[in-house]
């Protein structure tokens, strides 16, 4: 079957779950409906056509800022990639989350066991929330972090810092002591450089 088959197909059996289908660069991708999220990752998982049967990689996405701020609509989305051993295709799954203010999509943990540690990063990072996902906190930033650090909008020296204090005689937060400054190379630019060589 032809990838474009193959998308008409997926596409038909998706119906208004679907609010997007594309194919770059040899790649089917789908944009779900983040109210028919769930029941569409269970079609493609369990449908004879499709037996998505593996998840490969799951994260979060921030679309502030996008082409270059003329992107219009929900900021957050999850990314999530799938395989079927089965028919030996790959397929691309976005879904936006729909409130910017508490980004919430549902879990996908009761379909593929695979995605609780990608849920988790997505949540540490970026304040993604997993609707159902059974043991959702922190899991590469330590538990007082304050933000989400890969949230364009979250400052490139943080909040924090920490540091060993020799007279207490252990780790202590403190804010940030580093001068926020803008790193702009220097351009020399001599208009004569390579003239009459």
């Known amino acids: 079957?032809?990838?474009?088959?193959?998308?008409?197909?997926?596409?038909?059996?998706?119906?208004?779950?679907?609010?997007?289908?594309?194919?770059?660069?040899?790649?089917?991708?789908?944009?779900i409906r983040p109210q028919?999220?769930?029941d569409a990752m269970r079609t493609l998982r369990d449908h004879p056509d499709c037996r998505f049967e593996q998840l490969?990689?799951?994260?979060?996405?921030?679309?502030?800022?996008?082409?270059?701020?003329?992107?219009?609509?929900p900021r957050f989305a999850v990314v999530v990639h799938v395989l079927s051993l089965t028919h030996n295709r790959r397929v691309r799954v976005r879904?936006?989350?729909?409130?910017?203010?508490?980004?919430?999509?549902?879990s996908m943990i009761d379909l593929w066991?695979?995605?609780?540690w990608f849920e988790r990063?997505?949540?540490?990072l970026y304040g993604i929330v997993f609707e159902g996902h059974p043991?959702?906190?922190?899991?590469?930033?330590?538990?007082?972090?304050?933000?989400?650090?890969?949230r364009k909008d979250f400052p490139l020296s943080g909040h924090v810092e920490m540091r060993y204090d020799p007279v207490q005689q252990r780790v202590?937060?403190?804010?940030?002591?580093i001068e926020p400054r803008e790193v702009t190379p220097r351009i020399v630019r001599d208009e004569s450089y390579g003239a009459g060589r």
């Open 113 to 116: 066991p695979a995605a609780n």
């Open 56 to 73: 490969i990689d799951l994260c979060g996405m921030d679309y502030r800022d996008y082409g270059e701020g003329v992107r219009e609509g």
């Open 121 to 124: 990063e997505a949540f540490d």
């Open 95 to 106: 879904v936006f989350c729909p409130d910017d203010d508490l980004p919430l999509v549902a």
């Open 1 to 31: 079957m032809t990838m474009e088959a193959f998308a008409s197909s997926v596409e038909k059996l998706l119906g208004h779950a679907l609010a997007e289908s594309f194919v770059r660069l040899g790649e089917l991708t789908l944009v």
């Open 36 to 38: 028919a999220y769930a």
């Open 172 to 177: 202590i937060y403190q804010p940030v002591s």
């Open 135 to 150: 043991d959702l906190r922190r899991i590469l930033t330590d538990y007082g972090f304050i933000g989400h650090p890969f």
